[in-house]
């Protein structure tokens, strides 16, 4: 299991004197703990694009990057996986745990969206999401929206506004690794720069650079995900316990001074059967 946390700072000033009556105090209680909620949603969205075995990524999840790799082609982080799971990839396993990353280094083209799409496919089991950045989502709805190939859809389950491609619900996220958190190596998106400081005690401080690098001035680079979001090809783990299921710990004072404080926590994994997912990265138009 991985644990997440984020921490709820109040001070007594704030919610005895300063904003007084029951309704005032309230909603700058409300205002903390959603705020506290949206933290740690974005800190596991974060993690899920990263993976967890690397020097300094331990604490994170064996994510997209790690799951869906073949120790052949570098994922979009540059690294290659030969293991995943504790499972050494080929040998007795086959390409079972093989899923080959695609750099498309250069425009995304309908057929690359249909062959991965294909890749990730086996008789009736077909990815059921498309997660790409907000980016690249633009790319794709200029480029084919005109020709009338996807509809705008809302998935049902999630609530998210996307569109269809082959029954799957292609989706944007600003924490799917691209342009947006690659400028100056992430240092222009505060949450994620804090997941990462927190996430390695520390020892980092940006958002990974992709493969090819991403100084100043270049063209975009986008990432793109053919997801499985079905068990047993994902799977995603969370405590049963109160405090770790997302729940909250209670307000504590601190000593000497008039803060109290509680948290957030969060204990979950994450699992992806490999070859029933496919990624896409270096997209840059």
């Known amino acids: 299991m991985r644990f997440f946390q984020v921490n709820v700072t109040l001070s007594k000033e704030e919610t005895q004197v300063l904003n007084t009556g029951p309704a005032a105090a309230f909603r700058l209680i409300d205002s903390r703990m959603q705020n506290a909620y949206a933290s740690i ?21 064996n994510g997209l990057p790690e799951a869906l790799n073949n120790n052949v082609t570098a994922s979009w982080d540059g690294n290659t996986y030969p293991t995943y799971g504790t499972i050494t990839r080929g040998g007795a396993v086959g390409t079972v745990l093989n899923s080959a990353p695609n750099d498309v280094n250069g425009t995304i083209e309908y057929n690359t969206l ?5 890749n990730a496919t086996f008789g009736n089991l077909e990815p059921n999401l498309g997660v790409t950045t907000v980016i690249c989502r633009s790319f794709i709805k200029e480029k ?23 029954g799957a619900t292609v989706i944007a996220s600003r ?20 997941f990462m400081r927190e996430m390695s005690l520390g020892a980092l401080t940006a958002y990974p650079a992709p493969v090819g690098g991403y100084p100043a001035g270049t063209t975009p680079s986008e990432t793109f995900f053919w997801i499985n979001a ?35 926590l969060a204990a979950v994994q994450v699992t992806f059967a490999p070859r029933y997912h496919r990624q896409m990265y270096r997209i840059t138009g």
């Open 41 to 61: 949603g974005a800190h596991m969205e974060i993690g899920m694009f990263l993976n967890g075995i690397n020097a300094n990524y331990t604490a994170n999840f």
């Open 114 to 118: 249909e062959e991965e799409f294909g």
């Open 144 to 166: 084919f929206q005109p020709q009338q190939r996807f509809v705008d859809t809302v998935d049902p389950k999630i609530g998210f506004r996307g569109f269809l491609f082959n």
């Open 175 to 194: 924490y799917c690794p691209g342009t947006h958190l690659f400028q100056s190596n992430g240092t222009n998106d505060p949450v994620a720069v804090t």
């Open 230 to 264: 079905r068990k047993p090809f994902m799977n995603f783990y969370m405590s049963t316990d109160p405090d770790f299921g997302l729940g909250f710990t209670g307000w504590k004072p601190s000593q000497g001074n008039t803060k109290v404080a509680g948290q957030v």
